[in-house]
């Protein structure tokens, strides 16, 4: 069992992760909402460390990032849980059920290293198809160990992250992609039970630490596709973020919870005209 790192201890055994804007207080024996840090008798553990759900080796396009080293593979991991609650997560069978809940191959970080070293294909290792933020501790070694051989890190996350752990993360990590689902906070407490500014500054701290960074939009009809909306999220990442950032819109198909129309091919096309105005590299995905 590994313990958690970014956690204070409160009376009666109690606990308060910090690792995302959360911030969870964890009574004994309980889980947080990401179901995979754990309070045992006042020690928070990272339940997953160690365990994963899948591993294969993936097109980096398939992150998505286009502009880091194209045509290239990367050995990609996930494990379980997420920090969301996104009624159409695409990779709800993973990221929405608990350590119990599914079959998960024990691993250690020296065999994931051995893999990363023996596949020569491979450019490094991505932490990618559930929410890696809640498998941090495990991240953060296997990461130490894919710089030391002079590998690649790429994080592919929902943002929802605290500052001082994303800050400690960035001298290993050399690419992200990261979801800007919507540019509302309705949307972001209805819809995902999150909230957007905690995103918007870990998208900021990305930028400002020069690390490789693209973003993704998955436009989704009658919640997310309000052009105005579309817009004012393309001048705020331009502003902020630069000309430069590339950002992926992805046609949104039914998932979990959410039957709605795919995207029609009209609004793409439209965002697409609206986003080239203010970002230099915009990439429709899905079509
Ligand atoms: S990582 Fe999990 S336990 Fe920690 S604050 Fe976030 S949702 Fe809660």
Same mark, same amino acid.
């Not at 690792?19 to 024996?29: F, K, M, Q, S, W």
């Not at 990401?34 to 553990?45: A, D, F, S």
């Given at each position: 069992m590994k313990e958690a790192k970014y956690y204070k201890k409160l009376s009666d055994n109690r606990v308060q992760c910090e690792?995302?804007?959360?911030?969870?207080?964890?009574?004994?024996?309980k889980r947080g909402?990401?179901? &995979?840090?754990? $309070?045992?008798?006042?020690?928070?553990?990272a339940e997953t460390y160690g365990l994963i759900s899948a591993i294969h080796l993936d097109p980096i396009e398939k992150k998505p990032l286009y502009r880091f080293y194209p045509d290239t593979k990367i050995i990609?991991?996930?494990? &379980?849980?997420? $920090?969301?609650?996104c009624e159409f997560c695409q990779n709800h069978e993973i990221s929405q059920v608990g350590v119990d809940e599914i079959g998960l191959k024990k691993v250690s970080v020296n065999e994931i290293i051995e893999m990363v070293k023996n596949e020569k294909n491979s450019i490094g290792l991505a932490y990618t198809y559930n929410e890696p933020t809640i498998y941090f501790e495990f991240m953060l070694d296997l990461a130490k160990e894919v710089k030391k051989l002079g590998l690649k890190n790429v994080m592919v996350s929902n943002g929802f992250i605290n500052k001082k752990p994303l800050s400690d993360l960035l001298e290993y990590i050399d690419a992200f992609n990261i979801?800007?689902?919507?540019f509302d906070n309705n949307f972001y407490s209805k819809i995902t039970k999150s909230n957007i500014e905690p995103i918007k500054e870990s998208l900021k701290l990305i930028k400002k630490s020069g690390k490789h960074l693209e973003i993704t939009n998955l436009l989704i009809p009658t919640l997310n596709d309000n052009l105005g909306e579309f817009e004012n999220m393309c001048k705020w990442i331009s502003e902020e973020l630069g000309r430069d950032t590339v950002l992926h819109i992805t046609r949104y198909f039914s998932n979990y919870k959410m039957i709605i129309e795919p995207t029609g091919i009209e609004l793409m096309r439209k965002c697409y005209d609206i986003a080239i105005k203010y970002l230099d590299f915009v990439y429709l995905g899905n079509v």
């Open positions: 690792l995302c804007p959360h911030n969870c207080i964890i009574e004994n024996g909402l990401c179901r &995979v840090r754990k $309070n045992y008798n006042g020690i928070l553990i990609s991991i996930g494990t &379980v849980g997420c $920090n969301m609650r979801d800007l689902k919507a």
